[in-house]
C-alpha cells in the first residue's frame, strides 16, 4: 500500500467550498502514480523504456466531500495482475480516519513503441505487490448506452491543456468535461467511467447526454468511435 497526506486547497474545491468530483479523481489519479514514482517504476521510466499503464476503467463511490483546508490521507493498493490488466483500489480518509470516497480501477500496460497492450512484465507485479481488494456494492460490468442520448450542437477539439505525459487527453480531463453537462449544484455520490479510444492533439470530441431519474450519461465520440463513456449517479 502507498498513502501520501496532503490538505484540501481553495483550488480544488467547488463553489460550495469542498473538493470538487474532478479534483477528488486528480488525488486518486495522482496517488497511483506517485506509488509508481516511489517504486522506481513512474513516468520517467515509462517514457525511457516506451511503456505505461494507462487507465481502462473506474468506479468512485463518494460518501463525503471533504472541506476546504480539511487534512487528509490518500491511499492506493493493487490486488490483482491478470494478462495486460493491472486492479488497484484507491481510498480517501479525512484526519479522523473515516472513509469519505472509494474507487476500484482497471489499468492496462501499454508498449508505446510497438502501439498495443502487453503482458504485465514480473519487475511491475513484484515492484507493486498484491493487497486485499476492497469490497464494494455490485455493479453492472459496463455502462449501459442509451439510444436517446442527445448529441451536443458543438464539438470540443482537444488543446494541449487536455493532454498528459503520455499524449493524450488525460482521464481527469474527460471527466471535467462531462461536468458541465450537469446542474452546477448537483453532487454525485458515484462516477463510473470507461475509456475506449485514445483521444489526441486536435481531435474533436463530440458529447452525447442523456439523463434520467438520478442518472446522467455522458459519452464523448471522435470520428464516430466511443472515446469515453461516464455515468453520474446523484
Known amino acids: 500500500m502507498y498513502s501520501f497526506p496532503s490538505r484540501i486547497r481553495f483550488s480544488e474545491c467547488s ?14 489519479q495522482d496517488c497511483a502514480v506517485f506509488h509508481s514514482v516511489n517504486m522506481g517504476r513512474g513516468p520517467k521510466a515509462w517514457k525511457e523504456e516506451r511503456y505505461a499503464w494507462l487507465v481502462a476503467t473506474w468506479r468512485i463511490l463518494v460518501k463525503e466531500y471533504p472541506a ?17 490488466e493491472g486492479d488497484r483500489n484507491v481510498d480517501m480518509l479525512g484526519a479522523d ?42 455493479a453492472p460490468r459496463h455502462i449501459r448506452i442509451p439510444a436517446e442520448g442527445v448529441q451536443e450542437k458543438f464539438g470540443i477539439k482537444v488543446r494541449t491543456t487536455n493532454l498528459d505525459t503520455n499524449g493524450h487527453v488525460n482521464n481527469e480531463q474527460y471527466i471535467r468535461l462531462a461536468l458541465a453537462y450537469l446542474p452546477a449544484d448537483i453532487r ?47
Open 15 to 28: 463553489a460550495d467550498n469542498c473538493l470538487s468530483l474532478s479534483g477528488l479523481v486528480n488525488y486518486f
Open 188 to 234: 454525485v455520490r458515484e462516477l463510473r467511467v470507461e475509456y475506449h479510444v485514445q483521444a489526441v492533439l486536435g481531435d474533436i470530441l463530440v458529447p452525447r447526454v442523456y439523463q434520467a431519474d438520478g442518472e446522467y450519461i455522458i459519452w464523448f465520440e471522435v470520428d464516430g468511435k466511443k472515446c469515453c463513456v461516464l455515468q453520474f449517479i446523484v
Open 97 to 138: 480516519g473515516r472513509v469519505l470516497a472509494v474507487a476500484d480501477s482497471r489499468w492496462i500496460y501499454y508498449d508505446a513503441a510497438a502501439g498495443r497492450p502487453v503482458h504485465v512484465p514480473d519487475v511491475e507485479v513484484e515492484g507493486y505487490g498484491l493487497d486485499q481488494r476492497l469490497e464494494l456494492p455490485e
Open 68 to 84: 476546504l483546508g480539511e487534512e487528509i490521507t490518500t491511499r492506493t493498493w493493487c490486488y490483482r495482475f491478470h494478462g495486460i
